[in-house]
């Protein structure tokens, strides 16, 4: 087991997004942080996260956070952007920590589904890297019927999008009727599924991420706007099957 790194606790509190470090000269001031019983009164003391109170609670997943969320329509993940954004779903303080809080790419903002954020770069890179062939499945519906030959077009790894210079790779279109079908990619492109119907002459009209890798959105429970927090191995866990 990796040996637990201490911590200034004013470096700790406000790199978890609890306050300022002056916010917790003041709360240390106020005897609101406690360790076993006994109160910390030095902005310098080092501590073990896992040890530390502050009002009488644990603190907030201190030794990093990953989520699984499911993607309402409408909210933008970005932490920037104007209107609603993906971050308004989850506690303030989230935004506020270091490392911090990323996406693991992105879906438009009228797309749903599975998106997972975590504060771990080794994760967000497993996830993204083509190497590790961890799929997205995508549940979507077309304005018009299918022509029938996109599935062969898909799978070919030869359909180059506008402005790409690269063809896609291959990818399986499965058909639930003319004008819904389900979409496997092995890479993330921008708009990746609506620019595929667009080269093929269609349009979509509504996209929702149902699986990524093996985890599919439905086996979560989660309703829109809603998320869950897991650990590290139980995400890579989840997205190879083996949970
Ligand atoms: N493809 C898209 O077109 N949009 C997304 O959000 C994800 C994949």
């Known amino acids: 087991m990796a040996a637990?790194?201490?911590e200034r606790i004013?470096?700790?509190l406000s790199r978890l997004g609890y306050g300022s470090r002056s916010d917790v000269q003041v709360w240390l001031r106020q005897g609101l942080v406690s360790i076993d019983g006994k109160l910390v009164k030095s902005a310098s003391q080092k501590v073990n996260p896992a040890e530390v109170l502050l009002?009488?609670?644990a603190l907030d997943h201190p030794f990093g956070l990953t989520v699984i969320y499911h993607k309402p329509l409408g909210a933008v993940c970005s932490h920037r952007e104007s209107g609603r954004l993906i971050y308004d779903d989850f506690p303030a303080r989230w935004v506020d920590r270091k490392p911090s809080l990323s996406s693991v790419g992105r879906l438009d903002k009228e797309t749903s589904g599975l998106l997972i954020l975590?504060?771990?770069g080794q994760l967000n890179h497993h996830i993204t890297s083509p190497k590790?062939?961890?799929s997205r499945t995508y549940a979507v519906s077309l304005h018009a019927p299918l022509a029938g030959n996109e599935a062969q077009i898909f799978a070919s790894g030869k359909l180059l999008l506008k402005d790409d210079d690269k063809p896609c790779l291959p990818a399986e279109l499965s058909i639930i009727d003319e004008q819904h079908v389900?979409?496997?990619l092995h890479e993330g492109r921008y708009h990746q599924v609506r620019r595929m119907f667009a080269a093929v002459g269609n349009h979509v009209t509504e996209l929702c991420r149902s699986h990524i890798g093996a985890l599919s959105l439905e086996s979560t429970g989660l309703a829109p706007g809603e998320y869950l927090t897991a650990t590290v191995e139980e995400?890579?866990?989840m997205l190879a099957g083996e949970s």
Request: no cysteine; glycine share 4%; net charge negative.
């Open 182 to 184: 389900s979409v496997v």
């Open 118 to 120: 975590t504060d771990d």
């Open 10 to 12: 004013d470096r700790l």
């Open 132 to 134: 590790n062939h961890i």
């Open 235 to 237: 995400v890579q866990g």
């Open 4 to 6: 637990i790194k201490m």
């Open 55 to 57: 009002e009488d609670q």
